[in-house]
């Protein structure tokens, strides 16, 4: 890919990933001053057949004015799929694909879009999670999210179980982890106002490796990106990892071993830092 947009360096560290359906244009701006890291314009589930042409025209309206966000397009399958590229193409750095499954899809997607679109492939089916390695190395993905309502109505099961949907979350943060992405953003909360549900939903993403979620309401973004806010201990903890690595010898940090995969991990932390420390990208100049 070529030098990553502000909005892609976003994405890649972002905590929180604010979906506004396209049909509602009121709800642009609003949807920025929430303090999402990044606001996802949505042109697929969250609009009616019926507002489809609507909602495109608002977005790309909207992006005509110099603000960043990223647009999730209807599936490849769709008879909306053409128009809504046709409409996003140049006017954002990122699109949200879908039911991501087929590698060759998202290539030819690649090719279709203008050179150094990035994409976030949305892994909500059986056959994603199987080809997950595959979706996540197709050269333009910025990092993978989970799609666990839609695939845990697939599989017949409960979307708010852990168990049932453990696995499939596992296996899309190693590979992402395989194919050199960033760690992956954690599907919806779908209890929009509990609050005590939202974090031990977020708890159990951060344990399994993911790195930020995708949120329905402006409510869900402040306590999402509070908990995936590295804690001081952790800041502390990774400052001393990495000065103690500057000395250029193998040493031991709080009883633990400080080796490359300890420092990697310690760099990690203060990237995450770092990137909670600007504030929100969400619009401005590209």
């Known amino acids: 890919m070529a030098q990553p947009s502000p909005l892609q360096d976003t994405v890649m560290l972002a905590r929180s990933f604010l979906f506004v359906p396209g049909h509602r244009p009121e709800r642009f701006e609003k949807a920025v001053a929430s303090g999402a890291d990044v606001v996802i314009l949505d042109l697929e589930d969250a609009v009616a057949a019926d507002r489809k042409e609507e909602a495109r025209g608002n977005v790309a309206a909207w992006l005509d004015q110099g603000h960043q966000a990223v647009v999730r397009v209807n599936g490849a399958g769709t008879e909306w799929y053409a128009d809504d590229l046709d409409a996003v193409g140049g006017r954002t750095s990122v699109v949200m694909v879908p039911k991501a499954e087929d590698p060759a899809e998202l290539t030819g997607l690649t090719d279709r879009l203008p050179a150094g679109t990035g994409i976030v492939p949305l892994v909500e089916t059986a056959a994603g999670v199987l080809k ?22 697939q599989l017949g099961v409960d979307h708010t179980s852990y168990d049932a949907l453990r696995h499939a979350r596992s296996a899309l943060v190693v590979a992402a982890a395989a194919a050199g992405r960033a760690a992956p953003v954690d599907g919806v909360t779908t209890a929009v106002r509990d609050n005590a549900v939202l974090r031990a939903d977020i708890a159990h993403a951060i344990g399994l490796g993911y790195g930020g979620k995708l949120c329905v309401h402006p409510e869900q973004v402040g306590t999402t990106n509070r908990d995936f806010t590295p804690a001081d201990e952790q800041i502390a903890w990774a400052h001393r990892v990495v000065a103690a690595a500057g000395h250029g010898s193998a040493t031991v940090v709080d009883g633990q071993m400080v080796d490359r995969p300890v420092l990697l991990r310690a760099q990690a932390v203060l990237a995450r830092a770092r990137a909670a420390g600007s504030g929100p990208v969400a619009t401005g100049d590209e």
């Open 132 to 153: 997950a390695f595959e979706v996540c190395a197709v050269s333009s993905v910025l990092r993978p999210a989970f799609g666990g309502v839609d695939l845990a109505a």
